[in-house]
Each structure stands twice: as structure tokens, then as C-alpha cells.
């Protein structure tokens, strides 16, 4: 089955940095990449999401790559702010729109 | 449009005990559903995920199983709770193919076993 990683688990940036978390995954058939941001006590909401045909997708502050020969995909976040303080989760989906998750990287913007 | 409901919100449970929550979506037609589980501090872990009525996959032998019994009805259950099973269980829903695969998530169930 598809087996997702993620790094950092914790990331603290200055407000105003860039902040950026890095995931591989491991099955090749995979082919729709999602990532999640997760508040307190709160539900996971979908930020933003790559599909494999495509190498980069923006929106506003955030950004995703898709590496598919390496299997791997980014998240990018620039002008950090204190809201963006929060646990994200990158994703992949494999057969039966089965979605694995990573394991989480803790986002610590100070300000 | 479509929302999702999952009830209870918390719930705190003695070892041993059954366990049934339930969620439903509104506004969609055979959705695919999926139960998730995490512990504090962890990452989400897929348990059961289900593409129609009665089609159940497990991803994980453990102690709970899921159910199907309408199509827009997913109740993840326990016949006897262990202490490891403390966790916010998180419902979800996507659309099948060929549409978008974006998950869309319950508001949560806090389940603590004493």
C-alpha cells in the first residue's frame, strides 16, 4: 500500500519567512496530492492540491511542487503569518480514492 | 450543497465498553466515506474506507469495525473498547470518479477510554 512521509514534524519561522515541508510517497500509481491544514481540536480543510500532470500549482502565499520521478511534493508558504500557525498534512491517493496521510508537520509562526 | 454530520462530538467511555458513532452526508449520492483516527499529537491513520452500501475495506486489524447499512450512512463500532483506543475519530467523504478526490471531514468525535 501507498506509505506517505513527512518532514519536519515541527517547523518555527520568523513572521514574514518562508516556511516550507517536504513529503515522498511511495506508490507510483498515485496520482492526486492534497494537502491539509489542521487547527486545534479542529477538522483537517483542504489548502490546496496537485494533480500528477502538473509540476507546481500556486495560490496566493501557498504553493505546491510534485516531483513524480522522485516521488516527492512540497508545500510552500511565503509571507508567514501568525494564522498560519497550525499542523499540515500532505496526502496522497492511491487505488479507490484511498487518501494516505503524512504524519504531520507542526507550523510555529512567531511574531 | 453537501455537508457532513458525525455525532457524538465527545464521548468517554470505560474499557470494555460497545462503541457506535455515526455519520451521515447530506446532498450527494454514493459518496465514498471513510473513518480516520487520531491520537494526540499523531498523524491521521486511515481505518475504514468504503466505495458503496455493504463495501466495507479495513486498513488496519484492530479492535473496531465499520458499517455501511444506507448509502450515506457510515457507523464505525466496538464490541468492547480498550484503552488504546482513545482518539478524535474523524469522518470524511469525497466524490468517486472521475470527479475530484478532495476529502471533506466530519467536525470530529473526542473518544477517551478510562
Known amino acids: 500500500g501507498e506509505n506517505v512521509e513527512q518532514h519536519p514534524s515541527t517547523l518555527s519561522v520568523q513572521e514574514g519567512d518562508s516556511a516550507v515541508i517536504k513529503c515522498t510517497y511511495s506508490d507510483s500509481a498515485s496520482n492526486y496530492f492534497p494537502w491539509y491544514k489542521q487547527e486545534l481540536g479542529k477538522r483537517p480543510q483542504l489548502i490546496i492540491d496537485i494533480r500528477s500532470n502538473v509540476g507546481e500549482k500556486k495560490d496566493q502565499r501557498i504553493a505546491v511542487t510534485l516531483n513524480k520521478t522522485a516521488k516527492h511534493f512540497s508545500l510552500h508558504i511565503t509571507e508567514t503569518q501568525p494564522e498560519d500557525s497550525a499542523v499540515y498534512f500532505c496526502?496522497?491517493?492511491?487505488?479507490?480514492?484511498?487518501?494516505?496521510f503524512g504524519t504531520g508537520t507542526k507550523l510555529q509562526v512567531i511574531p | 450543497s453537501q455537508t457532513i454530520h458525525q455525532w457524538p462530538a465527545t464521548l468517554v467511555q470505560p474499557v470494555g465498553s460497545p462503541l457506535s458513532l455515526e455519520c451521515t452526508v447530506e446532498?450527494?449520492?454514493?459518496?465514498?466515506l471513510y473513518w480516520y483516527r487520531q491520537a494526540a499529537g499523531r498523524g491521521l491513520q486511515l481505518l475504514f474506507y468504503?466505495?458503496?452500501?455493504?463495501?466495507i475495506s479495513s486498513e488496519v486489524p484492530q479492535n473496531l469495525s465499520a458499517s455501511r447499512p444506507q448509502d450515506r450512512q457510515f457507523i464505525l463500532s466496538s464490541k468492547k473498547l480498550l484503552l488504546s483506543d482513545s482518539g478524535f475519530y474523524l469522518c470524511?467523504?469525497?466524490?468517486?470518479?472521475?470527479?475530484?478526490?478532495?476529502?471533506?471531514f466530519g467536525s470530529g468525535t473526542q473518544l477517551s477510554v478510562l
Open positions: 496526502a496522497a491517493e492511491g487505488g479507490y480514492q484511498k487518501v494516505t
Open positions: 470524511a467523504w469525497s466524490v468517486p470518479r472521475p470527479f475530484n478526490e478532495k476529502l471533506f
Open positions: 446532498g450527494t449520492s454514493n459518496p465514498n
Open positions: 468504503s466505495v458503496g452500501i455493504g463495501q
